[in-house]
């Protein structure tokens, strides 16, 4: 097994933190404590807390994208598209819904640095967004529908909206409505589809 260098240590240090306990409770002092490390050698691989942040989140998202991918390669050959996406809002739903589950980091660095537009990490919470995006096109893109694109950034609209009302309410009756909102989206979305081509058709 690889060595960890002294750098991911850092990183693996600072997401521990945020994820087990806050981001107010990140500091220079507690990441370097928990990576066993001194204050020094924090500043020979990051110039400041803002930049180690940037830099956890674009650490963790390939994990992310991975589980995504995961999810997606165990389906089941036979699903249509419209079940695919169906399983795979499920299996997210029942992640968020685990009492375990404290919130979506993107999600959360987002909201505390909305005031600071220029936070260097905005622009990797947006590629985080992006890479979801892209997971859900590639899935809406299986089932041919007329507006994959249109539908993709809905889909992203209510999975960012789900994480929010499910790490204020704990509610999974959220989750279940999610569920019934991206049926309706899928059957509609179908309905446009079959429009399109009978216009097509009659061109």
């Not at 998202?61 to 997606?72: C, E, I, Q």
Request: net charge neutral; charged share 30%.
């Amino acid at each position: 097994m690889r060595r960890k260098s002294t750098r991911e240590r850092l990183l693996d240090a600072a997401y521990r933190i945020i994820v087990e306990d806050s981001l107010s409770n990140l500091s220079i002092e507690r990441v370097s404590a928990r990576a066993g490390l001194s204050r020094r050698t924090f500043f020979l691989h990051f110039n400041s807390k803002d930049q180690l942040l940037a830099e956890v989140l674009d650490h963790v998202r390939p994990a992310f994208t991975a589980d995504h991918r995961a999810w997606s390669d165990a389906l089941a050959a036979e699903l249509t598209a419209e079940q695919r996406i169906e399983e795979l809002l499920r299996r997210l739903v029942a992640t968020i819904t685990d009492p375990g589950w404290k919130g979506c980091c993107f999600l959360r660095i987002s909201a505390e640095f909305g005031d600071r537009p220029g936070h260097p990490a905005h622009a990797v919470v947006a590629e985080s967004h992006r890479d979801l995006e892209h997971w859900l096109e590639a899935e809406i893109a299986r089932g041919g529908f007329a507006d994959a694109a249109g539908m993709t950034r809905q889909l992203s609209v209510l999975v960012s909206g789900l994480l929010v009302m499910q790490l204020v309410h704990r509610n999974a009756v959220y989750g279940e409505a999610t569920l019934s909102m991206v049926r309706e989206m899928l059957v509609s979305g179908k309905r446009t589809q079959r429009v399109e081509e009978h216009r097509g058709a009659e061109a």
